[in-house]
């Protein structure tokens, strides 16, 4: 179903005049409002009366996390405190937090586009959503729980609960939407498999996966195993949370909730936009943000912008689903490989469990690769010494033929990578900057 039909069925046209008038709004908000945006554009000797149409956006400076950092923790809002009415924040894991402020209207704006996400998977008022997100500082917990609340569904805040909770709650409650992250959906099938239970004692229909980016063959898994269907959404607590793009029926791509946001992609090296189709950066300007607007912000995201049509009539454009990280990136011999793309070689063989992590060391002045990777506990005792080492050796042939990655191997046993609820695996360690 599509929750905002004025909105998201659109002419192209009638859209983009609606982000023109509502960027210039913004662009005027920030410039009187926040003197880190002021002291930039004054700096550039930027006119933001020149910005009249959607190609001009690009003339204004990129923003990054590490600009918001100075202005920790209050100083980049636009409103005056007293009209704020929510507070959430980044996890600060890779330094001082960012400091996300709500006005109301901002709230209401954040609910009825998490209400979107949440229709487009068939979501209605007949359901029991079940959030398996954390009810935190950051903004997944809270941002579903609202937006399901806005579509009339039952909501059953489960947050934190530890696994086994969540599935008697999911049971017990007959829950027949589960969101949380893809990984923690795969760590109850786990669960499941483990204590005997069959996935069909649940009422799950629907799962609404994101926060982390996961592969097409990790949904296949996921929705046979679960027996649901699984759609992916995107957002980031800068930006506004859960709400920022979402999946419809189709499952290609994402669309974006374009009369709010306005998306570009820009190579990460050299910053020049770059057209749709083309892979690089996610950059987003909040076009109706009141307490944090942001203006060309880099969010680290790869994507690519797809335009062509979507079959379900909405006319807003997709996003390709999130491959990785820009500081997830490795560069080996010149080459950019992704964590997602050594998930999807691992996906192909038979016994190994999605789980792994990349660690890289320099020897002699040379880059070398280990990658963890757990494997199912039936697969074979640790002391067949042989047959450990073919399949080790078949990994390894399969990364060198379709990444040309030469790396060393080392199988573990299931779940030795520490994990914890709504916590992710560190996929990349890399101690060469040690
Ligand atoms: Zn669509």
Redesign the pocket.
Known sequence: MIYSKEYETMQREDLEQLQVERLQVTLNRVYRNVLFYKNLYDEKKIEISDIKSLKNLASLPLTSKDDLRGSYPYEAFAVPLRDIVRIHSTSGTTGTPIVVGYTKNDLKIWSCLVARVLS?AGITGNDLVQIAFNYSQSTGGLGFHYGAEQIGASVIPASGEEVLKQIQIMKDYRSSALVSTPGYALHIVSILEENGMDPQELNLSTGLFGSEPWSEKLRTKIESKLKIKAFDNYGLSEIIGPGVAF????H??L?INEDHFIVEVIDPETLEVLPAGMEGELVFTTITKEGFPLIRYRTGDISSIIEEP?????TTR?IKRVSGRTDDMIIVDGNNIFPSQIEAILFEIEGVEPHFQIILNREEGLDVIELKVEVSSNLFVFDEIRKVQSFQQKIQQQLITSLGLHAKISLIESKSLGRTRGEKIKRVLDLRKL
């Not at 999946?247 to 189709?250: A, I, P, R, T």
């Open positions: 487009a999946e419809c029926d189709e290609n791509g669309h979507c079959e379900c009539g909405r997709r």
